[in-house]
């Protein structure tokens, strides 16, 4: 019951999902979600041999990340629907956020902003409870600066 390949081909695309949170890239969730169409068609008796289920796989990865990337990279990194990477941008330059663990030259820290924790990195050496500035924003980590 447990080694059925829709089972493991369900299993993949959680783990494949779930990886999505420790790596980002917007790449890996839809590798998980063409592992879980072809969990769904084994399961449905449609894709009975491994051939046809990695068929299934790597053509349904294919049209979700290139049909659904776009959408979910909105999503992910806070576009508006009429946004765009400056409006991203402009959001966070010039914001004050609090230093939560030490940062130093050549070393990351961890800054939070707008309630959430965010890597960060600095030319400056900032002490936790400091106040900084952010300069620019790379992915999920910021640049700051001392106030």
Do not use: H, Y
């Not at 980002?24 to 008796?45: K, R, S």
């Not at 990340?65 to 959001?91: P, V």
């Not at 900032?126 to 001392?146: H, K, M, W, Y």
């Amino acid at each position: 019951m447990l080694f059925q390949p829709s089972m493991i081909w369900f299993v993949l695309g959680l783990v494949l999902i779930l990886s999505e949170f420790a790596m980002p890239g917007i790449i890996l969730i839809f590798l998980g979600l063409g592992a879980w169409l072809a969990a769904f068609t084994a399961w449905m008796e449609w894709t009975p041999t491994l051939a046809s289920q990695m068929t299934v796989f790597t053509i349904g990865s294919l049209v979700f990340l290139t049909g659904l990337r776009r959408f979910f990279t909105e999503w992910f990194m806070g576009l508006s629907k009429n946004g765009d990477a400056r409006d991203a941008e402009e959001e966070f330059a010039g914001k004050e956020v609090k230093v939560i663990s030490p940062i130093a030259c050549g070393r990351d820290g961890k800054v939070e902003f707008k309630g959430a924790s965010w890597n960060a990195r600095s030319n400056d050496s900032l002490e936790p409870g400091s106040i900084a500035i952010i300069v620019s924003r790379d992915g999920l980590s910021l640049t700051v600066r001392s106030r």
